[in-house]
């Protein structure tokens, strides 16, 4: 039988989630499309689409698995390595005022109620309860998360697994004020000062999500008799609604307790390299910065405010505002 046989047929046969063995057989059928000469994205969407069972299964534990077999046999032709699929690319600048213009339009009227209504995972009306919503749908157990205070640079209180979160969570625990949506190492590594951090950009393990958050409009969109305009939360609100109508993949989008609403953009590139050129170059350089996001969000372990904890400063609770586990799903 051929490897394409093998591959057909073993999709038919894969082990539910939550019982064991998924792990191994996703490798095996990582390998089985290597052998057979599929392309790294046909394999995930055949078993992003054959995958069921209990415990969700995230595009990035699918890709781990298919990288990993792809790049140890070589993707295409054996012995050869697999090169980066991203590449930075020198791009003209958008028009930002038109571009604003098109996503406001879409959101045109929106309100908080609206962003609500439009989440795929409604939000916990007991905001304490939205922290255990937001591990639970966006993570596996043994992701690793740093949960702390800004300057905090990770250890055994601010830096564990996703299990261990959601039992103290379950158990009372008073939330943290800040999150890293991306899962780390759990391991030490130099920052660009050179001191050891275990949260840095060095230790991001898996690059998943992107945090977008509005600082000050750009002088295109201000109003001429404005030396700076912050970005107020209603004209957020309405920008997300409409990114939202032009099917960005959102996964979460967090009232801060502030001022701000904090965007979760799924991008799960491949390394850091594939980052730089995804993120900073295209999503950010391109798209966001010309329209007033915040650019020194770009960072990989870029700190989001974490849903259900109460800032001290405003009284304010951090919430769920929107939260969808499968943003790449959306038209």
Known sequence: MSALSRYIEQLKVLPHSGGGGLHTALLGMANLGALA??????VLADLRANVQGTRRVSDAEIRQAINKAFDERGQPGHGVKHEPQWQAVVRPPIDALKLHKAIQGRGADAREEDLVALSPVK???????QTIQLLKELYAPWDTLF???????????????????????MEGAFAPPHVCPNPLTGQA????SGTLSM??????????YCIVEFDVKPEVLRDPTECTAPWAREEQIRFWAGALAFGWPIAALIDSGGK???GWIQVNAKD??????QVRGEIFDRFLVPMGADGACCNPSRLSRLPGHQRSETGRWQRLLFLNPQPEGRS
């Not at 850091?272 to 050129?277: F, G, R, V, Y």
């Open 260 to 262: 701000s609403i904090h």
């Open 147 to 169: 949960m702390g205070e800004r300057f905090d640079t990770g250890g055994s209180s601010t830096l564990q697994q996703v299990s261990a979160w959601l039992k103290d969570a």
């Open 37 to 42: 000469g599929l392309p790294r994205e046909q």
């Open 123 to 129: 939000p916990s009306e007991h905001i304490d309860c």
């Open 272 to 277: 850091e390299a594939d980052w730089n050129a």
């Open 189 to 192: 590594a130099p920052t660009k």
């Open 199 to 208: 949260r840095c950009d060095a230790c991001v393990k898996d690059y998943r």
